[in-house]
Every structure is written in structure tokens, then in C-alpha cells.
């Protein structure tokens, strides 16, 4: 079984996909966490903005999930991904269509034989275009970013609020408008705007839009 769950940042995918997994037993698969290790891997490497270096840089970039974290070249790099350095740069660096390609074919390798769930931008639309449910979760922006914000802050990072919401705004623009896999929902997905729903509604609404496609 594949489940979807695109959306723009902040709209609550983890959240609610780390939620679904534990209580349908589903493996989950973070796919953005992906594109936030490639551009982590790009910022170490001192390549950014050089095309032709990143292209060739995917021939041996090593990245793993495991269990308990996010690695790059065997080092947990599972909070570094978070930073506000690498939000500011992976919707450039996911726009790149050999870096899509490349991930896209490990999320379909990762998800073969198992019951996945999986959050994103393109999964519905591109990834697992017959996905067995498709979500598509939205919020207001200015909620989205309030979310970040307590998260980053949680973490004891010092952030601005302005900041987040500014680049939240921006992330929505390169990925809706893109022109590999653009952020977009599929025909067959269903919305669900989280505004002002607490995580548990969410949660239950979606565990009942999967139960009425089983
Ligand atoms: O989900 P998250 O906000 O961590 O994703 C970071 C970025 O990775 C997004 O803003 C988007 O540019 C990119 N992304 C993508 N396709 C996905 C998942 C994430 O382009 N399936």
C-alpha cells in the first residue's frame, strides 16, 4: 500500500505521516528530508550555484535513512538538514531535474515491496502517480510559518518569525512553479486544510479518508 501526502511547507505532512505510519504499522519515508540532504551535501561542498559540480557530484553522493536519522557520507546529519541554511537553498537545488531524477528513483526503490507512506511535493502527481490514497494537505501561510517557527524555536534555534514566513512564501513560489514536478494536487487527490484543525482532527480525518479507500 502507498499512501501520498504532498503539500506545501509547513502544511503539517510529517507531522500527521509520522502519525498515520505508527498507528497503520507503515513504514514512512520523508522525501523532502532527501532534497535537504542533497542541498547540505552542495553547501559543504562549496558548489553551489555550479551546475555542471552538482550534476556530478549526484554520481557518488551517499545518503541513507535509518532508523534513527538522516545521514550524509555516514554522519548523522539529521538536525544540520534543519537549518535555516538549507531551507533557504533546497527549493533550488530540488528544481534541478538530475537531482529529482536521482531521488525519485531511490523513494520508488525504498517504497518496493512495503506498505509506505510517504510526504512530499510530487508524490501524488509524479512519484506514485497510482498511489493507493492521495492527500493533499494546505494551510494558511502565515499559520505555517507560526508552526515552523515554534519548531526552530523548540530546538533553541534564533530565529525571526518575519524570516520564516518570508521564506516559507518563497519556497511555495519555486515549487509551485517549477518546471520539473511542480508542487501541485493530483486530480485524484483529496484536500484537507489544516488551518485551524489541531493535529489529532487531522489525524483522524485522514486515517478516515484511508479507511473509505481500503
Ligand atoms: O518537506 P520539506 O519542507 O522538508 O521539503 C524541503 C524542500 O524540498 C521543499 O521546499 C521542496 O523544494 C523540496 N521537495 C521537493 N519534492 C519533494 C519533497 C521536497 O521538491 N517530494
Known sequence: MIIAIDG?????????????????GLVYLDTGAMYRLVTLKVLNDGILGNLDKIIKMLDDLRIDIKQNGFYLDDTNVSEEIRKPVVSENVSDIAAIREVREKMVDLQRKFSESKNVIL????????????????IFLIADAKERANRR??????????????????????????????????????NDAIEVDT?????????NEILYIIKQKK
Open 149 to 186: 517557527y515554534k519548531e526552530l524555536v523548540a530546538k533553541g534555534e534564533n530565529v525571526k518569525i518575519e524570516k520564516i514566513y518570508e521564506n516559507i512564501l518563497k519556497r511555495d513560489k519555486i515549487d509551485s512553479t517549477r518546471k520539473e514536478s511542480p508542487l501541485k494536487k493530483a
Open 195 to 203: 488551518t485551524s484543525k489541531n493535529i489529532e482532527e487531522v489525524k
Open 119 to 134: 510526504d512530499g511535493r510530487d508524490i501524488g502527481t509524479v512519484v506514485f502517480p497510482n498511489a493507493d490514497v492521495k
Open 8 to 24: 506545501p511547507a509547513g502544511s503539517g505532512k510529517s507531522t500527521i505521516a509520522k502519525l498515520i505510519a505508527e498507528e497503520l
